[in-house]
T-cell receptor
Framework: DAKTTQPNSMESNEEEPVHLPCNHSTISGTDYIHWYRQLPSQGPEYVIHGLTSNVNNRMASLAIAEDRKSSTLILHRATLRDAAVYYCILRDEGNTPLVFGKGTRLSVIA | EPEVTQTPSHQVTQMGQEVILRCVPISNHLYFYWYRQILGQKVEFLVSFYNNEISEKSEIFDDQFSVERPDGSNFTLKIRSTKLEDSAMYFC????????????FGDGTRLSIL
């Protein structure tokens, strides 16, 4: 699997937008960009994924650079419940296992 | 919303004993996975299962481990002779068929080996 690079930690104020960056300069043409998060004492939770175009769902937005070498997960209004470790993961088009890195630990301040 | 359920939530076992961790994946999903997370470390892939056979496994998944789908709903992970280093959170996940489909995880079983 191609590797991703994320900041170790980030901090946000409650009710403000959060932009979580991810670099994946060696991404291949068939790699999807997936984001998962892990809340304390819980299993990983799917957030969003995309291939080339920006994506929106009820949880977040995913902005993908035109060259696909980086992406940004956007939480539009952070809540205390969004405090978690966020993982950016590349997967090819098969149903392959997820390869988790260390992710970004997001802290949300009230 | 359908979810993956895992039992028990916490299992305490003596070293050398066999342990079976149970999972009920989401009913229309076709791919099943086990991952583990040792305290303070990354989530690690163990094994994936499709069409009643292992489709992929990691180096961690040695002969001490086995998986089974004994009926139409359960998916189990068995560790034959547990070691202290098997202490971890074990997560089950499932996904639908299709390109890069999201995986849905359970809340895990905490396995403590004494």
């Amino acid at each position: 699997d191609a590797k991703t690079t994320q900041p170790n930690s980030m901090e946000s104020n409650e009710e403000e937008p959060v932009h979580l960056p991810c670099n994946h300069s060696t991404i291949s043409g068939t790699d999807y960009i997936h984001w998962y998060r892990q809340l304390p004492s819980q299993g990983p939770e799917y957030v969003i994924h995309g291939l080339t175009s920006n994506v929106n769902n009820r949880m977040a937005s995913l902005a993908i650079a035109e060259d696909r070498k980086s992406s940004t997960l956007i939480l539009h209004r952070a809540t205390l419940r969004d405090a978690a470790v966020y993982y950016c993961i590349l997967r090819d088009e098969g149903n392959t296992p997820l390869v988790f890195g260390k992710g970004t630990r997001l802290s949300v301040i009230a | 919303e359908p979810e993956v359920t895992q039992t028990p939530s916490h299992q305490v076992t003596q070293m050398g004993q066999e342990v079976i961790l149970r999972c009920v994946p989401i009913s229309n999903h076709l791919y099943f996975y086990w991952y583990r997370q040792i305290l303070g470390q990354k989530v690690e892939f163990l094994v994936s299962f499709y069409n009643n056979e292992i489709s992929e496994k990691s180096e961690i998944f040695d002969d001490q481990f086995s998986v089974e789908r004994p009926d139409g709903s359960n998916f189990t992970l068995k560790i034959r002779s547990t070691k202290l280093e098997d202490s971890a959170m074990y997560f089950c996940a499932s996904s639908e068929w299709g390109p890069a489909q999201p995986q849905h995880f359970g809340d895990g079983t905490r396995l403590s080996i004494l």
